[in-house]
């Protein structure tokens, strides 16, 4: 907008402003006088609060910290809880002197707010009563520390019961899982794949080495057995002669093919050899036993080579049947161990099993120990006052002031809207105008073949000036005496009572 333009409307809002002085001045008084009395007539609340600290920090707890645990909880959810129960709000309404106290549990739960930040618990509550609003606080803050410390000590010794019962119940746990794994254990003693194998691979040649000592004892049985059958069982014996030379030598010969016998096998050289010379011999005795059996008596008597070859035979058939017994023992011990190498992961994986059921139940109950005693002291904590307990930060304030706008508020906000609001009715007045108030204005809607000739000035004579400056410092005498009315019931109640004014 062209500045002379701009100058020109603000000239007429002043022409406008003049001419309306008096509605200007009756509109400002009632609209500033409007405002102030809504200020005064408005209903008003007052609030009053408390401020509670949860210390969890104190002497004891530091030297506990890590044993004596503290349950960290919502503070503003725990004092909402224990607050709004019927049983604790209808003592707060006792304390703070309602008539009917059961009738005021409702308005208190529906008026009293409780909120938190950390550890700090703010609770508040808006009356009408200023002494009301402060009594509920300052009987809310009483009730509510003693139900707190009360609970507390209650929630720690059912804690402590509970945990208490839970060690019982892992102990007995612990011992059956201990017995469980030990009657396996006393089944199973060596039952890793390792141990298996070494007793597979022992028993193996062992059962080899048994076979091969089998075989000797029965190769030595049947050449021995061999021998007996070409063994007589009894020797003659000439009784009444003297034994001839050939006889002793013949005896002798056989003495000496038993004691070989012991050592050799027939085939043996020295053995082949004496056997032909003792054949020799006998075909000799013989020959002159038969010349002179009618004129001697013979005697038999047992053949020691024969009852020697016994003795080795039953003794080599008794270490024949120990070692088929211990062969067959070792058979059946490597058959079990072959066994066992199948089932050996599953058994393995039963221990594991049974070591881990027990690991697990003894870490949980070591655990369970370490928590009772927690328990325990955080119970002694609680009895002692040491655990957490709510301390008053802010004791509860009385409302001097009542909530929301102030009456300096509804005082500074009358003025300006009796100014405000007529300044710009003249201003939307003078815009929606239609008459033509500037002659620069008027010219810029002319058309342009169409030429301004010339302004005539607005003409204010001598009276009519003179009157309009009286009128402006009566305005003045009057704004300046409703001004300071308007200060002085802006003061409030207590600067009227001091001057000996009520309302």
Not at 217 to 222: F, K
Request: aromatic residues 6%; glycine residues 4%; negative net charge.
């Amino acid at each position: 907008m062209d500045p002379t333009n701009i100058r020109e409307f603000l000239h007429a809002c002043l022409v406008e402003l003049l001419r309306y002085r008096y509605i200007v001045l009756g509109a400002f008084v009632l609209l500033s006088a409007g405002v102030l009395t809504a200020g005064y007539m408005m209903p008003k609340n007052y609030t009053s609060r408390v401020i509670l600290y949860a210390d969890v920090t104190n002497i004891i707890g530091g030297l506990l910290e890590g044993q004596a645990e503290i349950t960290n909880i919502d503070r503003s959810k725990e004092a909402r809880d224990t607050i709004f129960t019927d049983r604790i709000l209808r003592a707060v309404a006792i304390d703070a002197g309602f008539a009917d106290p059961d009738k005021a549990v409702a308005t208190l739960r529906s008026k009293m707010k409780i909120s938190a930040n950390g550890d700090y618990v703010n609770i508040s509550y808006t009356s009408s009563d200023r002494d009301q609003s402060f009594n509920v606080i300052d009987a809310v803050t009483r009730n509510f520390l003693s139900e707190t410390t009360r609970k507390k000590r209650e929630e720690s010794q059912s804690a402590f019961e509970f945990i208490d019962a839970q060690v019982v119940k892992y102990k007995q746990q612990l011992e059956a899982a201990e017995s469980a794994l030990k009657d396996f254990s006393a089944q199973n003693i060596d039952i890793t794949e390792a141990s298996v194998a070494e007793r597979v691979t022992r028993y193996k040649d062992a059962i080899q080495v048994l076979r091969l000592e089998i075989q000797d004892n029965e190769s030595r049985l049947a050449s021995y057995e061999a021998e007996l059958r070409s063994e007589p069982e009894f020797l003659e014996i000439e009784t009444e002669r003297a034994p001839s030379f050939q006889e002793r030598q013949l005896e002798g010969f056989e003495q000496q093919l038993a004691d070989l016998r012991l050592t050799y096998l027939d085939t043996h050289p020295d053995i082949i050899s004496l056997k032909d010379q003792i054949a020799a011999l006998e075909a000799k005795v013989a020959a002159d036993r038969s010349a002179q059996q009618g004129e001697r008596n013979v005697t038999q008597v047992e053949n020691p080579a024969f009852t020697s070859l016994k003795e080795l035979i039953s003794a080599e058939r008794a270490d024949l049947r120990a070692r088929q017994n211990r062969l067959s023992n070792t058979e059946r011990l490597l058959q079990a161990e072959l066994s066992n190498a199948e089932t050996v992961a599953e058994k393995q994986a039963t221990y594991k099993e049974l070591t881990r059921d027990y690991d697990v139940t003894k870490d949980v109950y070591e655990d369970m120990l370490q928590r009772r005693e927690s328990a325990r002291l955080s119970m002694t904590l609680d009895i002692e006052g040491q655990g957490v307990s709510y301390k008053v930060h802010e004791p509860a304030s009385y409302p001097l002031q009542s909530d929301g706008l102030q009456l300096t508020h509804f005082a500074a906000i009358g003025p300006v809207l009796g100014l405000m609001l007529p300044l710009g009715l003249i201003v939307v007045m003078v815009l929606l105008d239609p008459r033509v108030r500037s002659a620069s204005y008027m010219e810029d809607q002319l058309p342009s073949h169409v030429p301004m000739i010339t302004a005539i000035p607005m003409y204010d004579s001598m009276v009519s000036e003179v009157a309009s400056r009286r009128s402006l410092i009566l305005i003045g005498l009057l704004l300046v005496l409703y001004l300071s009315i308007y200060g002085l019931f802006s003061a409030g109640t207590s600067a009227l009572q001091a001057l000996g004014l009520s309302i």
